[in-house]
């Protein structure tokens, strides 16, 4: 039962323009959220974060929103650069428990 | 300062085997977490440790998994009698302390092929 979904496995974008990335929960006991990037060959890398108290966190050109009514959080990267180019996968827990994350979506962006 | 670091990279075995995988944390971390990832899944969660003690197993898949961290920090997962469905790689994540806002930063993780 999968409680973090990624519905889109991937996406295409042009170098500058707008990424964003949709994930979407069932838990309502869910309370903080987490995007994480991930390269071939490496583990996951924290990117940002949100608790569930916030409906926006801002870390440079990476912004996380979230929607608590709809269960779901966004991750708008822009400009977006060749180098954002990695599968990102969101994780939400309820706080002191363990983290569920989403499928990943791999993300390619267009020089 | 040193990441979270894991041998071997690559393991082959045939089913059946015991296998051991290690996971080496970031000094002074004192919360450990074991992952799984399949094929095409994101990080499923197996065990969190809290210093030497597994705090939370729940997501050990049956009683052919062990972790252990006798000294709360380098850790290592056992996997006895393994299947092909055991196949994945294996991911570690450690963070400062236990709680939901502490950065998990994780290694590059222990790929396991069962023939």
């Known amino acids: 039962d999968q409680q973090v979904k990624q519905n889109s496995p991937s996406l295409s974008v042009q170098e500058g323009r707008i990424s964003i990335l949709n994930c979407d929960y069932t838990n309502s006991m869910f309370d903080y959220f987490l995007w994480y990037k991930k390269y071939p060959a490496e583990g996951p890398t924290f990117l940002i974060s949100?608790?569930?108290?916030?409906d926006k966190n801002e870390d440079g050109r990476f912004t996380v929103f979230l929607n608590k009514s709809a269960k779901h959080l966004s991750l708008h990267i822009v400009p977006s650069q060749p180098g954002d180019s990695a599968v990102y996968f969101c994780a939400a827990s309820s706080t002191g428990n363990q983290f569920y994350f989403g499928t990943g979506t791999s993300l390619t962006v267009i020089p | 300062g040193a990441g979270v670091s894991q041998t071997p990279s690559n393991k082959v075995t045939e089913k059946g085997k015991y296998v051991e995988l290690r996971c080496d944390p970031i000094s002074g971390h004192t919360a450990l977490y074991w992952y799984r990832q399949s094929l095409g899944q994101g990080p499923e969660f197996l065990i969190y440790f809290q210093g030497t003690g597994a705090a939370d197993d729940s997501g050990l898949p049956n009683d052919r998994f062990f972790a252990v961290r006798p000294e709360g920090s380098v850790s290592t997962l056992k996997i006895q009698r393994t299947e092909r469905g055991d196949s994945a790689v294996y991911l570690c994540?450690?963070?400062?302390?236990?709680?939901?806002?502490?950065?998990?930063?994780f290694g590059p993780g222990t790929r396991l092929t069962v023939l």
């Open positions: 994540a450690s963070s400062f302390r236990k709680g939901s806002t502490d950065t998990q930063y």
């Open positions: 949100i608790s569930s108290i916030k």
